[in-house]
T-cell receptor, first 114, second 109 residues
Framework: GAVVSQHPSWVICKSGTSVKIECRSL??????MFWYRQFPKQSLMLMAT?????????EQGVEKDKFLINHASLTLSTLTVTSAHPEDSSFYIC??????????FGQGTRLTVV | GQNIDQPTEMTATEGAIVQINCTYQ??????LFWYQQHAGEAPTFLSY??LDGLEEKGRFSSFLSRSKGYSFLLLKELQMKDSASYLC??????????WGAGTKLIIKP
């Protein structure tokens, strides 16, 4: 069964609105979760590291005020895309590391901003 | 800078064997991962190598040479369902995953 649950699988929203994506670790507690973005035919790009109990760490070039991350508990991290624009349309994926040797991925969220 | 190189696309025949190469240059090394990603889906874990040599797991095997900064994923007895992108990723000195762009594998009957 799934180890990491990501919701929703796909979402269409209007420009200017906000979208929240949830990532839940089902089998184990996760102090760290990763959020990735993937544009068509491109590699996964790390956006930020979500840390339970502290602020997220954002990669260079990722606007922290636009992509709000909240690691509410040891099993839940949320990514909110605020004031979404068409260029934010992408595939967003969360992952939960287990030790140093494995990472479990959520199912991904296909965001389309119209 | 950090760099992962793998071929953009490969084509192989059902039932055959294919080898997907990955070369890397990273600041530190804490292991190399191979993931399979079908279109529109999240990656799924295939293998992890941290020591030199070949790791076999069913139809899939992965090889690592740390001195050469080189790995390959070997897929045997190819099936149509193996058509996917294969992503090479290296865990650097901070345990951050550095991703390759992926190799799109096309399987023909």
């Amino acid at each position: 069964g799934a180890v990491v649950s990501q919701h929703p699988s796909w979402v269409i929203c209007k420009s200017g609105t906000s979208v929240k994506i949830e990532c839940r670790s089902l089998d184990f507690q996760a102090t760290t979760m990763f959020w990735y973005r993937q544009f068509p035919k491109q590699s996964l790009m790390l956006m930020a590291t979500s840390n339970e109990g502290s602020k997220a760490t954002y990669e260079q070039g990722v606007e922290k005020d636009k992509f709000l991350i909240n690691h509410a508990s040891l099993t839940l991290s949320t990514l909110t895309v605020t004031s979404a624009h068409p260029e934010d349309s992408s595939f967003y994926i969360c992952s939960v590391p287990q030790g140093d040797t494995e990472a479990f991925f959520g199912q991904g969220t296909r965001l389309t901003v119209v | 800078g950090q760099n992962i190189d793998q071929p953009t696309e490969m084509t192989a025949t059902e039932g055959a064997i294919v080898q997907i190469n990955c070369t890397y240059q990273t600041s530190g090394f804490n292991g190399l991962f191979w993931y399979q990603q079908h279109a529109g889906e999240a990656p799924t874990f295939l293998s992890y190598n941290v020591l030199d040599g070949l790791e076999e797991k069913g139809r899939f095997s992965s090889f690592l040479s740390r001195s050469k900064g080189y790995s390959f994923l070997l897929l045997k007895e190819l099936q149509m369902k193996d058509s996917a992108s294969y992503l090479c990723a290296v865990s650097d000195s901070n345990y951050q995953l550095i991703w390759g762009a992926g190799t799109k594998l096309i399987i023909k009957p």
